[in-house]
Nanobody
Framework: QVQLVESGGGLVQPGGSLRLSCTASGETLSYYEMKWFRQAPGKEREFVATISVSGSSSYFDESVKGRFTISRDNSKNTVYLDLNDVKPEDTAIYYC????????????WGQGTQVTVSS
């Protein structure tokens, strides 16, 4: 069983930056692809970014490509999402997901952290 806790959300001005963290307990993340999703008010949850187990490859939704980066530190059991040049449309609850299906494990979600982009 993996428990995920996101942190780092808050209020940021347009054009600003923010770092989200997702820290796991209960099991090492070394067997999990890590993903970030977000859900804006009145909208469905949508994919944002993913990073491989080793951290050597990543993929982003077109809406954040070039502005967001994803990284992980398996020694700290933590994955990060750096939000740069944020826009009001980035306002959402951001969730991390541990996806262990490739290694025959389950998938787990965190509880989310709110990001609000406003001047």
């Amino acid at each position: 069983q993996v428990q995920l806790v996101e942190s780092g959300g808050g209020l940021v001005q347009p054009g600003g930056s923010l770092r989200l963290s997702c820290t796991a307990s209960g099991e090492t993340l070394s067997y999990y692809e890590m993903k970030w999703f977000r859900q804006a008010p009145g909208k469905e949850r949508e994919f944002v970014a993913t990073i491989s187990v080793s951290g050597s490859s990543s993929y982003f939704d077109e809406s954040v490509k070039g502005r967001f980066t994803i990284s992980r530190d398996n020694s700290k059991n933590t994955v990060y999402l750096d939000l740069n040049d944020v826009k009001p449309e980035d306002t959402a609850i951001y969730y991390c997901k541990a996806d262990g299906r490739f290694y025959g494990r389950n998938a787990y979600w965190g509880q989310g952290t709110q990001v609000t982009v406003s001047s």
